[in-house]
């Protein structure tokens, strides 16, 4: 069974290891080593966390099974645009773990602490070449918009916004 629990500022170093466990071999198939690098590094080192947590507010969410093993996270902020939306930030399973549920109990999850706060919406940006995509349609996402974010460095996030009613 999938248990999900909010995490804690004392969670920081899971999440880096989650993070760093998933994220690699989620986007260096199409995006070079040395941007993966450079994105890590500025999402996921322990201050950025820490600031995510504590100066944006944003809640993170651990999955875990019965044996306590930790398998994915999620992580979402609540009034992100001051119009009932919701931001899904982060979503990551580790690999061998995928395609057993955890990353739509996740989802429910966010939609779930977004709707209780009275947000009517969730937004959250993929990879216009992950495979993610497929799986957020299939749960009720739709494209609203391309979008090209410059991250610094020479790097881009070449992304679909999506979006999808909580109501």
Same mark, same amino acid.
């Given at each position: 069974?999938? #248990?999900?629990?909010?995490? @804690? ?8 290891q989650l993070g760093k466990a998933a994220f690699y071999p989620t986007y260096l198939p199409y995006i070079s080593e040395a941007q993966v690098d450079y994105m890590f590094h500025k999402m996921y080192d322990a201050q950025s966390l820490q600031e995510q947590m ?22 979402? @902020?609540?009034?992100?645009?001051? /119009? @009932? =939306?919701?931001?899904? #930030? ?7 773990? @995928? ?5 739509? =109990? ?31 349609? #299939?749960?009720?996402? =739709?494209? #609203? ?18 979006? /999808?009613?909580?109501?």
């Amino acid at each position: 069974m999938i #248990h999900i629990r909010i995490a @804690q500022l004392e969670d920081i170093d899971l999440i880096h290891q989650l993070g760093k466990a998933a994220f690699y071999p989620t986007y260096l198939p199409y995006i070079s080593e040395a941007q993966v690098d450079y994105m890590f590094h500025k999402m996921y080192d322990a201050q950025s966390l820490q600031e995510q947590m504590n100066v944006r507010g944003d809640i993170f969410l651990i999955a875990y099974d019965d044996d306590d093993a930790s398998l994915g996270f999620a992580s979402l @902020q609540i009034n992100y645009d001051g /119009k @009932q =939306t919701s931001k899904l #930030h982060k979503l990551y399973v580790l690999p061998d773990t @995928q395609t057993k549920g955890i990353g739509k =109990t996740l989802l429910h999850k966010a939609e779930e602490i977004a709707r209780n706060a009275g947000e009517e919406n969730l937004l959250l940006n993929v990879n216009r070449y992950n495979k993610a995509v497929d799986f957020y349609k #299939h749960l009720g996402y =739709t494209i #609203h918009r391309i979008d090209d974010i410059d991250i610094g460095n020479g790097f881009f996030m070449n992304d679909y916004e999506m979006i /999808k009613s909580i109501k």
